[in-house]
């Protein structure tokens, strides 16, 4: 627990204490996580599930207790996280806020044999942006960087940076209010 109040306090430049740090919003779902995790691993699934049920009606963060994740996790602004029962996580991940590590979807799941990885399985030190979606078994290497809004279907290197689609504005008629339109804005010379 010390160790996540650490990682919290040097992650999060919002907390200046570690007893501020100990009332960081999404602590509690990776703590009662970690006490789920251990109940599921020893065939206690149901209490498992109902532990981490209550974390995400208490956080936003939707932790699957057969999840696996390393070491110093650190999830931002977490509501909205949701982290499936075969994703495994390496140490110091930092998740932001609406990130989804699922799998594909049940058509697909259905037909792989019974016992294989269904989720992401992620690095050390990968940073998921806001929204991000990483679906599937796939891998993604050390040092990755998923940015905001990104989709990953497919393995990703150590080390890449896979970014999201970016919204361009365009030149042209803009709306300044309802039913007023501004004049034309013109690219400068």
């Known amino acids: 627990m010390l160790e996540d109040i650490d990682t919290t306090l040097a992650r999060d430049p919002s907390i200046a204490s570690r007893p501020e740090a100990v009332f960081h919003s999404t602590l509690p779902a990776l703590w009662i996580y970690r006490v789920a995790h251990h109940l599921y691993g020893r065939r206690h699934r149901i209490t498992a599930r109902v532990l981490t ?16 994740i390393g070491r110093r996790l650190f999830i931002d602004h977490g509501t909205g996280v949701v982290i499936g029962e075969t994703a495994v996580l390496g140490d110091d991940v930092t998740i932001y806020q609406q990130v989804t590590l699922g799998a594909v979807g049940w058509w ?33 290497g050390d040092d990755a960087l998923i940015g905001a809004h990104a989709l990953v279907l497919d393995d990703v290197a150590p080390g890449c940076r896979i970014m999201g689609e970016p919204t361009v504005a365009r030149p042209g008629k803009r709306r300044t209010s309802p039913g007023r339109t501004a004049p034309e804005q013109r690219p400068g010379p």
């Open 53 to 68: 049920s209550c974390a995400r009606v208490l956080t936003g963060v939707e932790i699957h207790p057969g999840a696996r």
């Open 108 to 140: 697909r799941d259905k037909l792989r044999p019974s016992g294989d990885r269904r989720h992401p399985q992620i690095g050390d030190r990968v940073t998921l942006g806001v929204n991000a979606t990483v679906l599937g078994p796939l891998a993604i």
